[in-house]
T-cell receptor, first 115, second 114 residues
Framework: AQKVTQAQTEISVVEKEDVTLDCVYE???????LFWYKQPPSGELVFLIR??????QNEISGRYSWNFQKSTSSFNFTITASQVVDSAVYFC????????????FGSGTRLLVRP | DTEVTQTPKHLVMGMTNKKSLKCEQH?????MYWYKQKAKKPPELMFV???????INESVPSRFSPECPNSSLLNLHLHALQPEDSALYLC?????????????FGPGTRLTVL
């Protein structure tokens, strides 16, 4: 069965600090997809990134970067020089044949960036 | 800017009321989803429509009735709800029904059942 674990329930940092959100997944699939979504207080989930299991290249988008390591089944997300607007709940999710391609969400990490 | 819109933004209803939630997407996507999200929990999938046909029903109680009039619109009809159905209801769409495609979410309808 597929599972996503986000062990960090809440993280609090001061603005301009770097912060890493951890995501560990379990799957029997050889082909699968990993996602990160951001949910600000307004409620809407915002898509951030999708990665397939064959692409282990790290990705950088502005202050955001993602580290995908199949050897440790992890897909971690780092925010560099955090800002107050980064305060949100962040969900890691997994999809593949084993879940009938449904999105399996982790429990989410609430990030609070203090001024 | 989101290209998935949901109305209403907030809804308060009694247990005997009938109401509908509406969702519209303007991205030409062929798959649409309803999720339910309780406070401090991840979204839970309720229904998936693919090419306007119901493809997944996650054993949702019959008091929730989805409808997909066309590829851009998705409704969720509510009847005889219970207080525990109070939650944020999120609509999403994706290019096709294979959920390796990223899903784009609307802002949600915050439902309170009295």
């Amino acid at each position: 069965a597929q599972k996503v674990t986000q062990a960090q329930t809440e993280i609090s940092v001061v603005e301009k600090e770097d912060v890493t959100l951890d995501c560990v997944y379990e799957t029997r699939d050889t082909t699968y997809y990993l996602f990160w979504y951001k949910q600000p207080p307004s409620g809407e989930l915002v898509f951030l990134i999708r990665r397939n299991s064959f692409d282990e290249q790290n990705e950088i988008s502005g202050r955001y970067s993602w580290n995908f390591q199949k050897s440790t089944s992890s897909f971690n997300f780092t925010i560099t020089a955090s800002q107050v607007v980064d305060s949100a709940v962040y969900f890691c999710a997994l999809s593949g044949v084993d879940s009938s391609y449904k999105l399996i969400f982790g429990s989410g990490t609430r990030l609070l960036v203090r001024p | 800017d989101t290209e998935v819109t949901q109305t209403p933004k907030h809804l308060v209803m009694g247990m005997t009321n009938k109401k509908s939630l509406k969702c519209e997407q303007h991205m030409g996507h062929r798959a649409m989803y309803w999720y339910k999200q309780k406070a401090k929990k991840p979204p839970e999938l309720m229904f998936v429509y693919s090419y306007e046909k119901l493809s997944i029903n996650e054993s949702v109680p019959s008091r929730f009735s989805p409808e997909c009039p066309n590829s851009s619109l998705l409704n969720l009809h509510l009847h005889a709800l219970q207080p525990e159905d109070s939650a944020l209801y999120l609509c999403a769409s994706s290019h096709s029904g294979n959920t390796y495609n990223e899903q784009f979410f609307g802002p949600g309808t915050r439902l309170t059942v009295l």
